[in-house]
Nanobody, 124 residues
Framework: QVQLVESGGGWVRPGGSLRLSCVAS????????MGWFRQAAGKEREFVAA????????ATADAVKGRFTISGDDAKHTVFLQMNSLEPEDTGVYYC?????????????????WGQGTQVTVSS
């Protein structure tokens, strides 16, 4: 089992920055690969970024490429999402996800474990 706890969401004006964190607690797996997804009101959950369990391979959605960066601290089972140049379209609930596989990729179905989500609101 893996428990995921996200933090760092909040309200920010367009052009601002936020940094999300997600800590994975597990007694079962020595390593997990993690990713971020988001869901805007009335829309389906979509992929944002993913990192393999070594922290050497990352994938980022085209919509956030160049603005968002995923990184991780393997020793602490923590993944971060640095979000810069935020836009109103980035508003939504951001979910951390984890898989026991080496890399989850872009599909939500590849991840077995999910956090409760953290709200990000971008508005003026």
């Amino acid at each position: 089992q893996v428990q995921l706890v996200e933090s760092g969401g909040g309200w920010v004006r367009p052009g601002g920055s936020l940094r999300l964190s997600c800590v994975a607690s597990t007694r079962t797996f020595s390593r997990v690969a993690m990713g971020w997804f988001r869901q805007a009101a009335g829309k389906e959950r979509e992929f944002v970024a993913a990192l393999n369990w070594r922290g050497t391979t990352a994938a980022t959605a085209d919509a956030v490429k160049g603005r968002f960066t995923i990184s991780g601290d393997d020793a602490k089972h923590t993944v971060f999402l640095q979000m810069n140049s935020l836009e109103p379209e980035d508003t939504g609930v951001y979910y951390c996800a984890a898989t026991k596989d080496n890399f989850g990729g872009t599909a939500a179905s590849n991840y077995e474990y999910w956090g409760q989500g953290t709200q990000v609101t971008v508005s003026s």
